[in-house]
Antibody, heavy 127, light 108 residues
Framework: EVQLVQSGVEVKEPGESLKISCKGS????????IVWVRQMPGKGLEWMGI????????RYSPSFQGQVTISADKSIGTAYLQWSSLKASDTALYYC????????????????????WGQGTLVTVSS | EIVLTQSPATLSVSPGERATLSCRAS??????LAWYQQKPGQAPRLLIY???TRATGIPARFSGSGSGTEFTLTISSLQSEDFALYYC??????????FGGGTKVEIK
């Protein structure tokens, strides 16, 4: 069974750093793109960035470039989203999700939709 | 950036009735359009991709249509578990994905 399990609730102060995680299981983690999606309170979904764990090829949304860092450790099947200095406006629910692939080469042959999602990590930034 | 506009923002429907949700793209996305369902406290769930292909395990009462800039998600006979938020997403210019603002389907 494919699963993405995210780390737990975080409460931080402005200016603090944070790294949240997303652990995949039940499939070849290295060979599927993982995306991070933000959902601010009461709002819609925003794509932040995407990573291919096999070689850590990472692409960022222009809206989030320079604001966050996405990484992955394929040896432990885990992707990460991190901030060096949090702001109150980073308060949101963050999801990781797997990009769908029905091809033998998921690096180039994936379909840009997301078939399995983590449960979400709630990040609250407040002084 | 490709902007997706969903309408209506809220749709009030009685159980057993048909629901029709719309998603309009600011430029053509071909058939590179997906639909997701999100219930309170849950992650989104992929329903439709390629504008009209149902994802694994999705009931046949969900159907998608359209291409270019106009897309529709139809739920043929609403069940109690279908009352939720629905988002469209385009993936025409990978990886510059965008989502629509969502349509809430509520019980009339």
């Amino acid at each position: 069974e494919v699963q993405l399990v995210q780390s737990g609730v975080e409460v931080k102060e402005p200016g603090e750093s944070l790294k949240i995680s997303c652990k995949g299981s039940g499939y070849n983690f290295a060979n599927y793109w993982i995306v991070w999606v933000r959902q601010m309170p009461g709002k819609g979904l925003e794509w932040m960035g995407i990573i291919y764990p096999a070689d850590s090829d990472t692409r960022y949304s222009p809206s989030f470039q320079g604001q966050v860092t996405i990484s992955a450790d394929k040896s432990i099947g885990t992707a990460y989203l991190q901030w060096s200095s949090l702001k109150a406006s980073d308060t949101a629910l963050y999801y990781c999700a797997r990009q769908y692939c029905s091809s033998t080469n998921c690096y180039t042959g994936s379909v840009g939709v997301f078939d399995y999602w983590g449960q979400g990590t709630l990040v609250t930034v407040s002084s | 950036e490709i902007v997706l506009t969903q309408s209506p923002a809220t749709l009030s429907v009685s159980p057993g009735e048909r629901a029709t949700l719309s998603c309009r793209a600011s430029q053509s996305v071909g058939s590179n359009l997906a639909w997701y369902q999100q219930k309170p406290g849950q992650a989104p769930r992929l329903l439709i991709y390629g504008a009209s292909t149902r994802a694994t395990g999705i009931p046949a009462r969900f159907s998608g249509s359209g291409s270019g800039t106009e897309f529709t998600l139809t739920i043929s006979s609403l069940q109690s578990e279908d009352f939720a938020l629905y988002y469209c997403q385009q993936y025409f210019n990978w990886p510059l994905f965008t989502f629509g603002g969502g349509t809430k389907v509520e019980i009339k």
